[in-house]
């Protein structure tokens, strides 16, 4: 793949013999396409099995991953998908070909330069999960309209239930209320703190593992 500024692109856009040709974050992108005779080295087939992990694991969260890798994206002119896969890649699949996973324990929901908030514990209660922190503001980096974001991720369903704006960084806590399924369910849990204007952010943090019980009635509520 070769990439060109798009001063010095001639026009022309769409496919011409073994490649393509297109615009991508204001840059002309031209790439080989087609597939390969050759088999697929091992190397190669864990490699592909990655990436399609990886990006499973995003699919769901889009929306998210908007919010939390948008500082990041634009300075690095990438797309959030993008630097979520390249980080996920590099830090959080686990296992060995055939058999790779994800590390939930070592994923980044949202990137960036706040300072980690002390204290972040999640607890399950009747109403779903409970998540509290450290209240201390630090000047420079800490406000208390700091906007807080609650991740939940259900790898068994290869689903995500998730809130952007969960409160404010000076509340301490913040509830959030889950619609339960028919069987218990696997949930992994990431909070984000985010400033009011959306420029500064943090790295989310993994807050744990729980177990959803299955229920004949759900709900779900802020």
Do not use: C
Request: charged share 25%; proline share 4%; aromatic share 10%.
């Amino acid at each position: 793949m070769a990439t060109a500024n798009i001063n010095s692109f001639d026009g022309f856009i769409g496919r011409l013999g073994d490649t393509v040709t297109y615009i991508r974050l204001g840059k002309v992108v031209k790439r080989k396409i087609g597939k390969s005779t050759k088999p697929a080295t091992e190397l190669q087939l864990k490699y592909r099995q990655k990436v399609k992990v990886a990006n499973k694991l995003i699919e769901p969260v889009r929306e998210f991953i908007k919010v939390g890798f948008e500082a990041g994206a634009k300075l690095a002119r990438k797309t959030p998908h993008d630097l979520m896969l390249s980080y996920t890649l590099l830090n959080a699949v686990k296992g060995e070909y055939p058999n790779q996973e994800i590390d939930f324990t070592k994923v980044l929901f949202s990137q960036g330069k706040m300072q980690a908030t002390s204290d972040l514990k999640a607890e399950q209660n009747d109403d779903g999960l409970k998540f509290t922190w450290n209240t201390t503001l630090i000047p420079n980096q800490f406000r208390a309209d700091d906007q807080v974001m609650i991740l939940v991720y259900f790898p068994e369903l290869q689903s995500a239930d998730f809130v952007i704006y969960a409160g404010n960084r000076g509340s301490g806590k913040a509830q959030f209320s889950i619609l339960k399924n028919n069987k218990p369910t696997v949930m992994e849990t990431h909070i984000t703190f985010i400033s009011s204007d959306h420029k500064r952010v943090s790295d989310s943090a993994y807050t744990g593992q729980f177990i959803l019980p299955a229920s004949d009635r759900a709900r779900v509520s802020f």
